[in-house]
């Protein structure tokens, strides 16, 4: 309830309890009541809201794209990490089904005010979610993002002009997917989570990619952690270094192959 009455009034949960005895208007009573409906039918908050929070910005969500979790800031930390250590200038990135544009819109923040120029290709095989991912780039009036509707399944891609390439695929094994929570099953894109298959699909494409890759580029991979073998696997031999890197749970979460 706090937080739905924080985003009604504009205010943090503090300002909450500093003006406890304010009564609500009646068009914030209306907006409150048809929230706390969307609530009870188990909407996500974040598409309750239209807006997150990701790596300190604030974007426009809703159903037209998969909800970023914080495991996938984990992602954007290690790719700006491998950036700023090295001498790209420009800076190359390719992202690999962006959604929201969350990966994106972080990285060319994150570079924006720096002396070194950043340009990234988005794409993803969903009108919708490229829309949604223009709307967040032009909320920060981000023009060094071009989107690109392509499915990196089927069209034809080379990696070769690229510093550092980045993505979320969608990796949970079918046979997992109906083991999620409702609410994800029910409100998040389906195809955003899973490959209707092993959960392996993009990394198998992945790995005809890694071929076009410069020397000295890197690929930077969200896993589901239960296949870890698997995707070792299926990247062996690609003259690539592999490191794993673990999320908070513990878990396997982090792919990186670095030419």
């Given at each position: 309830?706090?937080?739905?009455?924080?985003?009604?009034?504009?205010?943090?949960?503090?300002?909450?309890?500093?003006?406890?005895?304010?009564?609500?208007?009646?068009?914030?009573?209306?907006?409150?009541?048809?929230?706390?409906?969307?609530?009870?039918?188990?909407?996500?908050?974040?598409?309750?809201?239209?807006?997150?929070?990701?790596?300190?910005?604030?974007?426009?969500?809703?159903?037209?794209?998969?909800?970023?979790?914080?495991?996938?800031?984990?992602?954007?930390?290690?790719?700006?990490?491998?950036?700023?250590?090295?001498?790209?200038?420009?800076?190359?990135?390719?992202?690999?089904?962006?959604?929201?544009?969350?990966?994106?819109?972080?990285?060319?923040?994150?570079f924006k005010d720096t002396t070194r120029k950043c340009y990234i290709d988005a794409?993803?095989?969903?009108?919708?979610?490229?829309?949604?991912?223009?709307?967040?780039?032009?909320?920060?009036?981000?023009?060094?993002?071009?989107?690109?509707?392509?499915?990196?399944?089927?069209?034809?891609?080379?990696?070769?002009?690229?510093?550092?390439?980045?993505?979320?695929?969608?990796?949970?094994?079918?046979?997992?997917?109906?083991?999620?929570?409702?609410?994800?099953?029910?409100?998040?894109?389906?195809?955003?989570?899973?490959?209707?298959?092993?959960?392996?699909?993009?990394?198998?494409?992945?790995?005809?990619?890694?071929?076009?890759?410069?020397?000295?580029?890197?690929?930077?991979?969200?896993?589901?952690?239960?296949?870890?073998?698997?995707?070792?696997?299926?990247?062996?031999?690609?003259?690539?270094?592999?490191?794993?890197?673990?999320?908070?749970?513990?878990?396997?979460?982090?792919?990186?192959?670095?030419?």
């Amino acid at each position: 309830m706090e937080l739905l009455l924080c985003d009604i009034l504009d205010c943090k949960r503090i300002d909450l309890y500093l003006n406890y005895d304010r009564p609500l208007r009646s068009e914030e009573l209306d907006k409150l009541h048809n929230y706390i409906v969307l609530v009870t039918k188990s909407v996500p908050l974040q598409y309750i809201f239209g807006k997150m929070q990701f790596y300190g910005l604030e974007l426009f969500i809703d159903k037209r794209a998969l909800i970023p979790r914080q495991e996938t800031e984990q992602l954007v930390k290690i790719a700006i990490e491998f950036l700023e250590d090295s001498n790209f200038n420009p800076i190359q990135i390719l992202d690999i089904g962006t959604g929201s544009g969350c990966i994106a819109i972080s990285i060319a923040s994150h570079f924006k005010d720096t002396t070194r120029k950043c340009y990234i290709d988005a794409i993803d095989n969903s009108v919708d979610s490229l829309e949604l991912a223009k709307e967040n780039a032009q909320k920060y009036n981000l023009n060094n993002i071009e989107f690109h509707l392509l499915d990196i399944l089927k069209g034809n891609i080379s990696l070769e002009k690229y510093n550092c390439i980045v993505s979320n695929p969608p990796y949970i094994p079918l046979k997992n997917y109906n083991l999620l929570d409702k609410q994800i099953r029910e409100y998040e894109p389906q195809s955003s989570l899973t490959d209707f298959s092993d959960g392996l699909t993009f990394y198998k494409r992945y790995k005809e990619l890694v071929e076009t890759m410069q020397v000295g580029s890197m690929m930077i991979l969200e896993i589901d952690g239960s296949n870890t073998n698997d995707l070792l696997e299926i990247f062996k031999n690609n003259n690539c270094k592999i490191e794993i890197f673990k999320d908070l749970a513990g878990i396997d979460r982090i792919m990186t192959l670095k030419k």
